[in-house]
């Protein structure tokens, strides 16, 4: 009889999310009549803008279901290139530009294309931790390195020269960052590419919360050459969550490798998503983002501070994306509990730091203003009761 | 420098489709101004059935754009629980069921979940290249086995008998199939699912076209037990391509690993298209795709007959999918460059069997009946006219 057993041994590495079973908890408590403070969420509460909702009715009328070219639709790939140039004033070939099923979908492309068997690949801890998931998938090594809240929980020049061997095929970074909202500066970035690019490595720069910076210029990796790679996704900044759709640039030698594979993993990215996600260049929908991006910077000024009181040390710089990576050691030393004792106690839902590694993550809570600034505050203050003074 | 040498070896296993060649000098022609017929085309020329249509956008209207859970909204897997138990009268645990981005994404999670590196993967050739080319994604090793037209292109309890080894752990079939639009009986499958069983291998049936099949009673693989696995697809018998959604039925062990992986690797499948999904059970959709099938049909009918009159040789039966599988070696010992220059001097375009394995390949082409009657027609016109007499 088969049975559990029969469970590729990959499968142990590949964890679930932890805060499942704060979510699943939390729904019970809902469920009970509880009101529940989802700081939790990796998702804002902003609906996808009303001019991207448009373009995908108009696409569903016109019959626009059927498959596309592998990489997406030529116009989206050239819409995405002229994002670069005027945002950025990066020319990106559009050729290089291949739209995916969600990041997750760009992900698996640029690492199943480069990955061997046994190559090894660095990663900041915290990290996304799909991220060593997907590396180990392909039945390569995830390098997980300690980053420190004093280096914005971002890997240094330094850790890489430590940390590579002969074994070593890529970097992984993100700027912005989950679960730290930290971010790299092109100084850093430019640093931290000479280094990968002095030992032959590839650099891949997760930009998925590209857009949502609150401090200092906005940068793409791009800048810095054809050779680095780049995914991006229309869920965070663009707000097309559940639409599912990203995308990958990737250096012109390698374009081939990966279109062919996105042949067959995926034949193409979700057609209505691909004509909704036109108009997300358009300047309607770019308003709408910029508006949402200056209610999430608020949420950000108000909360930050906000837990400073409460006793949570943040010693990094949550400059982008919508979270806040905060030690809680001066009320735990084991952040899982305290994350089902908060939701228990005070109805905060929170996600515990071993989500994202396990560098000291018992001691981490990662918070997401992903909800208004008004449940904000009553989860702070709920919060506040609860919490011993610090 | 970086370079095309930096490519994963596994890369060299996955070959693009040879069928983008024609279509790119189809393309071309096109521009040309000439007329050319598609039967090369795995998507048939019907749009997504309007309830699906209308239900999508009321999913849009109703801002359902968000993250849905890993394997699908609860009320999507009941709808298709409940289809198997209306249709085929089979009883199916709804949480057994998840819902994935495509077929594609089914296939996937089910060969990362299994297979171990150099583990062997029993498929009939020809077969979808997909599935050998996902099979060797994750390191293991697909073992193409030599299929006959007078067993209609399917594989045999005395095939699976004689490639088993002690690496072996699953076998895949397909019913319909393509490329070959050929099927599997229940007494078939269910001689096949006992020689798998004894040896303690997973049966993995791609049902992918279920519902097109225009002879002898529809079944279902799920009625041999709840140990065999199934994909399935929203994009052929419910016409929704370009939205990319698909199903696996798991057993109930390997449920936790799928759905781990699927938050790992998807986040969720495309949420419009999950809303719209729950319109394809209502009998409204229904009766749209059996008016659908039924034009299927009758362009099988026609078609068949008519490619053995041109001289082509079809000894297996084509009874579903919209393929017919046909030998070519009566023209030619180079079937693609038969394909290329049937393109160029009759504007038919074909897919020639090399994309489909190995076998006797060089002799074979698939005909897809994707377009209406009146152009197969000519299609065949054009091809009497060029062809030398049988």
């Known amino acids: 009889m088969l049975n559990q057993a029969n469970i590729a041994a990959r499968m142990a590495a590949i964890q679930p999310f932890h805060v499942m079973a704060i979510l699943a908890r939390a729904r019970q408590l809902q469920e009970q009549g509880r009101d529940i403070f989802h700081l939790e969420v990796g998702e804002p509460d902003f609906p996808t803008p009303q001019p991207i909702i448009e373009a995908g ?4 009328q016109n019959g626009q279901t059927r498959y596309t070219p592998a990489c997406g639709i030529p116009a989206l790939r050239a819409s995405i290139a ?4 005027e945002r950025f004033g990066i020319k990106v070939d559009p050729k290089r530009i291949i739209v995916t099923p969600g990041a997750s979908g760009a992900l698996q492309l640029v690492l199943s294309v480069l990955l061997n068997p046994q190559d090894e690949v660095l990663i900041p801890d915290p990290a996304y931790p799909c991220n060593r998931h997907f590396v180990r998938l392909f039945e390569a090594n995830p390098i997980s390195i300690p980053a420190y809240a004093a280096t914005n929980y971002q890997l240094t020049v330094a850790d890489i020269e430590q940390y590579w061997t002969d074994k070593t095929k890529m970097v992984m970074l993100a700027t912005p960052s989950n679960p730290t909202g930290t971010t790299l500066n092109p100084t850093e970035l430019k640093a931290l590419h000479n280094v990968v690019k002095a030992r032959n490595g590839v650099l891949l720069v997760d930009e998925i919360y590209q857009g949502l910076v609150y401090e200092g210029e906005e940068h793409s990796a791009l800048a810095l050459g054809e050779d680095v790679w780049v995914i991006n996704s229309f869920s965070k900044y663009f707000g097309m969550t559940g639409w599912r759709l990203g995308w990958i640039v990737a250096p012109e030698w390698a374009v081939e490798a990966l279109e062919r594979l996105a042949q067959n993993v995926f034949l193409c990215p979700s057609t209505p998503a691909q004509y909704a996600a036109l108009a997300a260049f358009t300047p309607d929908a770019r ?3 910029e508006a949402n991006k200056q209610i999430l910077k608020a949420r950000r000024d108000y909360l930050l501070p906000a837990l400073r009181e409460l006793g ?4 990094s710089q949550p400059a982008g994306a919508f979270y806040i990576y905060a030690d809680a050691s001066h009320f735990t ?3 899982q509990e305290l994350c089902l004792q908060l939701l228990e106690q005070t109805g905060v839902a929170l996600t515990p730091g071993i989500d994202f590694g396990e560098f000291e993550a018992n001691t981490k809570i990662r918070f997401a203003y992903t909800t208004g ?10 919060l506040k009761n609860y919490l011993p003074r610090s």
Do not use: G, P, S, W
């Open 57 to 60: 009715l108009q696409a569903l």
């Open 82 to 85: 002229q994002y670069y140039q």
């Open 287 to 289: 308003a709408i983002m």
């Open 312 to 315: 949570f040390v943040i010693n």
């Open 333 to 335: 030393q084991d952040a």
């Open 373 to 382: 600034i008004e449940r904000l505050e009553k989860a702070v203050t709920l």
